[in-house]
């Protein structure tokens, strides 16, 4: 999976370089290319940790916490080069650095949510306990997406977002960057989620993991 | 369901012969209005009226805090928590219990926050009453419902108190943006927009749901 990774890597560096510069946006449009793709990552490990914790608590399967750990961590990760990425791009071309538009803020407590969700992942120390309490608050996690939508929904807030990125909307010969960017990328969540899950099983084995007794 | 009643008689009891988190939190509520004084200096005084619910929601969410955490921290002496872990019958009622004896306590410093910030901030609350108490009530709801649950873990990890503001204040979002548009409208005057209670309704049921059938688990010892 590695290699694959590495080959789709390369084929997502040369499209993005060769792929047409924005007429309207200039160079700061690639950023497209790399920002989309990562807000699907941190929902969907979100999203993972949320149901996996519903799992771990149903059943008392470690091995869906260690993946509730995992897919977390990796998500914070996407997330945060999420968060880096957009306000550059915002700068650019809509000339602030942060606006309070609906998806922003959303994303930003979303965030706060999983930060604080390895943090008391981190500072409870391994226990079953700490699996439990992560678990609730993984639920509490995959409860507040919808609800802050709603949020949103209710009060109007506008948003500067563009509200569906089809392929068609899209200029010439940016399509096939995008799509290589939303391959790769995923490629990239699933394998790293993936490696940091086996390192939460060894680490069970080796009698350190976070949910060992 | 007697166990939720019997949880909310001890905790109100120990509380009048304490009587410490109640002064702890209405005396922190009063400060934040002399720091909001000197956070907002200059202001004409209509300006401040239409910043009040705002400046009052924080004093609310922060007083909250701090009585969320003595409350669940309070039953680590002599691990009465654990006590209470091996009491027969759903967890949930005892969280029912503990969520309800806080929000009569949060209230009650919530009502008189609100008479020291309109006589600070000159706002008359007299008309404005009927509407902001079922707003403040109902958002307290969502308020204590989250921070029982969250603040019962909270003070079993390592960091304790410190950990409770930053798992409580992202899930706050959906209960402020409600209840800071109904009491902005109640004190302005206005009928409270239906969305804001609508929502609010929303938030405390889920939360409620959440936190009954999850305190199972985090009590679990």
């Known amino acids: ?213 | 369901m007697n166990v939720a009643l019997a949880i909310l008689w001890k905790d109100l009891i120990s509380e009048w012969r304490a009587r410490d988190r109640v002064v702890a939190m209405l005396i922190f509520s009063i400060l934040m209005a002399v720091v909001f004084h000197f956070a907002l200096p200059g202001r004409r005084p209509e300006e401040l009226q239409a910043l009040t619910p705002g400046l009052l929601w924080t004093a609310y969410i922060f007083a909250a805090l701090l009585g969320l955490n003595r409350s669940l921290a309070l039953e680590l002496d002599n691990d009465a928590l654990a006590g209470l872990a091996l009491a027969p019958g759903n967890r949930g009622w005892i969280f029912l219990g503990k969520a309800t004896a806080n929000w009569i306590l949060i209230s009650l410093v919530q009502a008189v926050t609100a008479l020291i910030f309109a006589i600070f901030y000159r706002v008359d609350l007299a008309p404005a009453l009927p509407g902001l108490a079922l707003v403040v009530g109902l958002g307290t709801v969502g308020i204590c419902a989250a921070g029982t649950l969250l603040a019962t873990m909270a003070v079993r990890t390592g960091f304790r108190e410190v950990l409770l503001p930053v798992l409580l204040l992202p899930a706050l979002f959906p209960v402020l943006a409600g209840a800071v548009e109904g009491s902005l409208a109640a004190v302005q005057g206005v009928s409270i927009p239906f969305e804001s209670l609508q929502l609010l309704i929303v938030v405390d049921g889920v939360y409620l749901v959440v936190a009954f059938l999850g305190f199972d688990y985090v009590l679990d010892e």
């Open chain 1, 1 to 213: 999976m590695g290699i694959v990774l590495g080959l789709c890597s390369i084929a997502y560096a040369w499209a993005v370089i060769t792929a047409p510069i924005d007429s309207m946006q200039g160079i700061i449009q690639k950023i497209l290319y790399v920002h989309p793709p990562l807000a699907y990552g941190a929902y969907l490990g979100f999203a993972i940790t949320g149901v996996a914790g519903i799992i771990f608590l149903g059943r008392g399967r470690e091995d869906m916490d260690r993946l509730a750990i995992a897919s977390a961590e990796v998500g914070v990760i996407f997330c945060t080069l999420m968060l880096i990425t957009g306000p550059i791009w915002a700068r650019g071309t809509w000339g602030v650095w942060w606006s309070w538009d609906a998806r922003l803020t959303v994303t930003l407590l979303l965030w706060f949510v999983y930060l604080a969700y390895l943090l008391l992942r981190s500072f409870s120390g391994p226990s079953p306990r700490t699996a439990r309490f992560a678990a609730i608050y993984g639920v509490l996690g995959l409860v507040l997406i919808p609800l802050n939508y709603y949020v949103i929904e209710l009060f109007g807030s506008r948003s500067m977002h563009p509200e569906n990125l089809q392929g068609g909307s899209l200029g010439d010969g940016m399509g096939l960057p995008f799509l290589l960017g939303n391959i790769t990328l995923a490629l990239a969540f699933f394998y790293l989620v993936f490696l940091r899950w086996e390192v939460e099983a060894q680490r069970t084995v080796a009698g350190e993991g976070s949910s060992a007794r």
